[in-house]
């Protein structure tokens, strides 16, 4: 069964400062990795996607993530950050032997606060 | 992009009751999931939405509880039944849209009291 680990429960960080939110999984067959944000009482907003081809995958809002298969890691990334970008972040894969990418497995969550 | 609106958006219901969730899609999807976030936490699959069959249970959730329709490609319910406060969670539905990209509803905000 493949799981995906999200080693900080939280980041705080000063606004402008980059930020990294790590992400590990653990699946012996080809993967689909998601990022997706869930600002304060809404639902969930798909940051970015990596699917196949290059492993540097850009996202909205200025996110980025790198998919390191050999680390089975799949960190996001952010240069500067904005007071808007408090929220919580999420880290999701979907294993392709299950037969559909659409079945997706969380992390706990990694709660991003910017303050000035 | 897939546009998926759920119904209700919100509720407070009583202990023993049962409520109805509705996950309209703007476009037909061979499957539809369901998802539970209990507070503070992550998310959960609870099952997989099949249209003409019946729904696939992840473990620890079974059809008693949790019974799921999916009459036609666009539209899916879920059901709570026999609602106790350790019910209370967000429930999303979702899908797969083009190119592999999961797409998400808003959420249906539950507190049981």
């Known amino acids: 069964a493949q799981s995906v680990t999200q080693l900080d429960s939280q980041v705080p960080v000063f606004e402008e400062a980059p930020v990294e939110l790590r992400c590990n999984y653990s699946?012996?067959?080809?993967?689909?990795l998601f990022w997706y944000v869930q600002y304060p009482n809404q639902g969930l907003q798909l940051l970015l996607k990596?699917?196949?081809?290059?492993?540097l995958v850009k996202g909205i809002n200025g996110f980025e993530a790198e998919f390191n298969k050999s680390q089975t890691s799949f960190h996001l990334r952010k240069p500067s950050v904005h007071i808007s970008d408090t929220a919580e972040y999420f880290c999701?894969?979907?294993?392709?032997?299950?037969?559909?990418?659409?079945?997706?497995?969380f992390g706990t969550g990694t709660r991003l606060q910017v303050t000035l | 992009s897939a546009v998926i609106s759920q119904k209700p958006s919100r509720d407070i219901c009583q202990r023993g009751t049962s409520l109805t969730i509705q996950c309209q899609v703007d476009?037909?999807?061979?499957?539809m999931f369901w998802y539970r976030q209990q507070p503070g936490q992550s998310l959960t699959l609870i099952a997989t939405?099949?249209?003409?069959?019946?729904?696939?249970?992840e473990s620890g959730f079974v059809i008693d509880k949790f019974p799921i329709s999916r009459p036609n490609l666009t539209f899916s319910t879920l059901t709570v039944s026999n609602m106790s406060p350790e019910d209370s969670s967000i429930y999303l539905c979702?899908?797969?849209?083009?190119?592999?990209?999961?797409?998400f509803g808003e959420g249906s905000w539950l507190t049981v009291v």
């Open positions: 979702s899908v797969e849209g083009v190119s592999g990209t999961i797409y």
């Open positions: 699946s012996s067959v080809s993967v689909y």
């Open positions: 990596y699917l196949s081809g290059s492993t």
């Open positions: 999701a894969v979907s294993d392709l032997s299950t037969g559909t990418a659409s079945k997706l497995t």
């Open positions: 476009s037909q999807v061979t499957m």
């Open positions: 939405a099949n249209q003409g069959s019946e729904a696939t249970y």
